[in-house]
């Protein structure tokens, strides 16, 4: 699992006036072989610096350090069993700094030295999936489950022994009143020793939104004692029976929870973009107008749907997308084709401070594909070159 630790130690890492190279490169779709080849022709790039005289030694060491050891991720092959995506390596060897991340999506072989790990690309793409605390409870216990990215972790638990020992109602039932109230003051004060567990793990800011497994009415007497800053994070509930549920029951009954919340905040994305068009506000709709507005960086948030890539043309030196053409006709320069015209717009998108958002369903974009909040209203677009 991607942890939480993990991304804060890349982010917060400090290695002084040492470099830190970041590499992204695809996984899982060409082979251990292609790989390995296309990783020594990211290194190439930054292989002159391990013998820049304009560095300190110690710099120019750790950078030697940093190519070996990226050299070695090709030989290990489990890059390549992983599914489709690709791969974010951090090193700094001086400092002691290797982090390797495994992204669901692929994003572009790229390689950077600089003071700090270049994490933009990598944030982009993990934004798009949400760390849900999944909270399984009934009126004696509770278990605090992390789920994120088809992966699942326990992350707290809580059972006072008091709720464990049976409470007897007296001679024929006489204190049986006593008794249940006794018994509702036990779970009151469970729920809201549970209820601290939650915000505890929220305060340290790796959740998004809550998933409650457990018995109806005892889901919904719990919910009124979170804290009312956490009660709007409630994703959804799914029905489950706390002592006999299995790890994998609560992971399947989570995972719907999840994909039905994603599903309504797509159709919401989809929805703004649309109000905004309708109320002629800065918007994008449909390939040829989100183009455009990538290639003048006034994309905002970038929805896609997901489906076949589409083939286009790119001009590396202004950054100007097209569905065609040879030349650029911002520059003039002669244009590069590309396999997927919509994936080189949302890496120019990440580049540029941007969101991208991949749609599951998208059946609202079904027929325009794209679809783009604005910063600004772009300039009319260019005149094809002749």
């Known amino acids: 699992m991607i942890t939480a630790e993990t991304i804060e130690r890349i982010i917060r890492f400090d290695g002084g006036d040492l470099p830190v190279v970041s590499l992204y490169a695809r996984v899982g779709q060409d082979g251990q072989a292609t790989l390995a080849t296309r990783l020594n022709g990211l290194l190439h790039e930054i292989r002159p610096l391990g013998r820049d005289s304009s560095l300190g030694r110690q ?24 599914g489709p995506g690709s791969v974010a390596v951090f090193s700094c060897s001086e400092a002691d700094l290797f982090e390797q991340v495994m992204l669901p999506r692929t994003v572009r072989d790229r390689v950077m030295v600089d003071a700090t790990p270049w994490v933009r690309p990598m944030l982009a793409v993990l934004d798009e999936y949400h760390r849900a605390c999944v909270l399984v409870l009934d009126r004696r216990s509770a278990e605090a489950w992390e789920l994120y990215q088809d992966e699942m972790r326990e992350a707290g638990k809580v059972e006072d022994p008091a709720l464990r020992r049976p409470i007897y109602a007296g ?16 779970a009151r004060r469970h729920f809201r020793t549970t209820a601290r567990l939650v915000d505890e793990l929220f305060r340290t800011g790796r959740y998004e939104v809550i998933i409650l497994g457990g018995h109806p009415g005892e889901m919904t ?22 002592r ?53 960086a006034a994309v905002r948030t970038l929805l896609v749907r997901e489906g076949a890539p ?6 590396d030196e202004s950054g100007w997308l097209g ?28 580049e540029e401070g941007g969101a991208v958002e991949h749609l599951l369903d998208g059946a609202e974009l079904e027929e325009h594909l794209v679809a783009a909040a604005l910063r600004f209203s772009p300039p009319p677009p260019p005149e094809p070159s002749a």
């Open 310 to 315: 589409v083939p286009g043309v790119v001009c």
């Open 323 to 350: 569905s065609a053409g040879d030349a650029c006709p911002l520059c003039g320069k002669a244009t590069r084709s590309t396999a997927d015209v919509i994936g080189e717009l949302a890496d120019a998108v990440i």
């Open 59 to 82: 710099a120019r060491m750790s950078i030697r350090g940093d190519i070996d050891r990226i050299e070695g991720l090709a030989g290990l092959g489990g890059l390549e069993r992983a």
């Open 221 to 242: 007497g719990f919910a009124d004692f979170l804290p009312a800053d956490l009660r709007p994070k409630i994703a959804g509930t799914f029905t489950i029976d706390p």
């Open 244 to 296: 006999t549920a299995t790890p994998a029951d609560i992971r399947r009954g989570a995972e719907h929870v999840l994909r039905q919340y994603e599903r309504a905040e797509e159709r919401r994305w989809v929805a703004e973009v649309l109000d905004r068009v309708a109320t002629r506000r800065p918007a994008a709709l449909g390939l040829a107008d989100c183009l455009w507005a990538g290639s003048v």
């Open 171 to 186: 001679w024929h039932g006489r204190a049986e009143h006593r008794v249940r109230n006794r018994v509702d003051d036990l």
